[in-house]
């Protein structure tokens, strides 16, 4: 039986790319890893950001949408994303960056067990700085060394991810039964599942919370995506999620990966995407996020793509 070796990215809104890119880059440190569009959409741009290559597990990707307006804060949606730092010094570190640079923050206190900083981008997008304590991540990642936050404090990759539901056990029928998630901890109104034992890179807290659904706008998360390794395992998953009585997209190629999306009981979007190919699939890794790349199906539409978009940089 196949299993989920943790998150693979996750994809939120932001109404202006130049400000997010900003963020990003010149607050979090992170490497804006490939800027592209909405292969759905292509009149709207879709960048991504994470360690050296973008590696499975580190990628935060954004939809432009100059539309957008303010995010309803509600249940049935996902509501937080943990991003993991190397130490508590680290939490201590960040703290007063985000001082420095205006950055929305909380105290440091703790989330799911672990030392925690809360803290918000331009946008309300709400995050989480995780203490991991110097425990192993993914053998994938690898650090970007032209962060501008030293290596000692940079961000690692993805941690625990928070979803507000209305239904809490429909949420965990879905992790448990269906995606092999293991329970770790519930009570009547949280519970915390792993796909990886011990480990918050695949770790997501679910909430039960009664009220209205989200309505989304900038700075709201629109899909988790999770991983697995290759297309064999995809076609895997895409059967288990049909037999579940799951409605799948099937298999979809994004070029630098595959995938499928669905819906579970509460509403809530699942990615299943496989690891590879990757970013490098049309770029050196050193040139990677400086031009707009482009699937090949979109390739011979590039003008069209490019007057259309506002230039970045």
Same mark, same amino acid.
Request: proline share 3%; charged share 25%; no cysteine.
């Given at each position: ?45 879709? #960048?991504?950001?994470?360690? #050296? ?206 995938? #499928? ?26 040139? #990677? ?25």
């Amino acid at each position: 039986m196949y299993t989920i070796s943790g998150h693979h990215h996750i994809s939120m809104i932001t109404k202006n790319a130049q400000m997010n890119h900003q963020f990003y880059q010149k607050v979090l440190g992170l490497r804006r890893v490939k800027k592209t569009v909405n292969q759905d959409d292509p009149s709207m741009y879709h #960048l991504f950001y994470g360690d #050296l290559t973008g590696s499975a597990g580190t990628e935060l990707s954004f939809f432009e949408m100059p539309i957008a307006g303010r995010t309803t804060r509600g249940t049935n949606a996902i509501t937080q994303i943990g991003l993991l730092v190397p130490s508590f010094e680290s939490l201590v570190f960040w703290k007063t960056r985000f001082e420095l640079l205006g950055v929305k923050h909380g105290e440091i206190t703790t989330y799911a067990g672990r030392d925690a900083l809360h803290f918000e981008d331009s946008e309300g997008l709400r995050m989480i700085l995780l203490n991991n304590n110097g425990e192993e991540v993914p053998e994938n990642w690898s650090a970007w060394k032209d962060s501008i936050v030293e290596q000692k404090h940079r961000i690692l990759g993805m941690g625990t991810i928070e979803i507000t539901v209305r239904y809490l056990d429909r949420l965990a029928k879905t992790l448990k039964d269906m995606l092999g998630y293991a329970e770790v901890s519930r009570s009547d109104k949280e519970a915390i599942y792993q796909s990886v034992a011990g480990q918050s890179f695949g770790e997501i807290v679910v909430e039960q919370k009664e009220g209205p659904s989200e309505k989304p706008g900038k700075g709201s998360i629109h899909h988790l995506a999770i991983r697995v390794k290759n297309e064999d395992e995809l076609r895997y998953w895409d059967e288990v999620v049909k037999e579940s009585g799951f409605q799948s997209t099937g298999i979809v190629d994004r070029f630098y990966f595959q995938s #499928l999306y669905f819906r579970e009981s509460n509403g809530i979007l699942f990615e299943i995407a496989t690891d590879g190919p990757g970013f490098t699939a049309d770029s050196t890794v050193e040139a #990677l996020g400086k031009i707009l790349d482009l699937p090949p199906f979109l390739e011979e539409r590039r003008a069209e793509i490019e007057a259309k978009l506002a230039p970045l940089d």
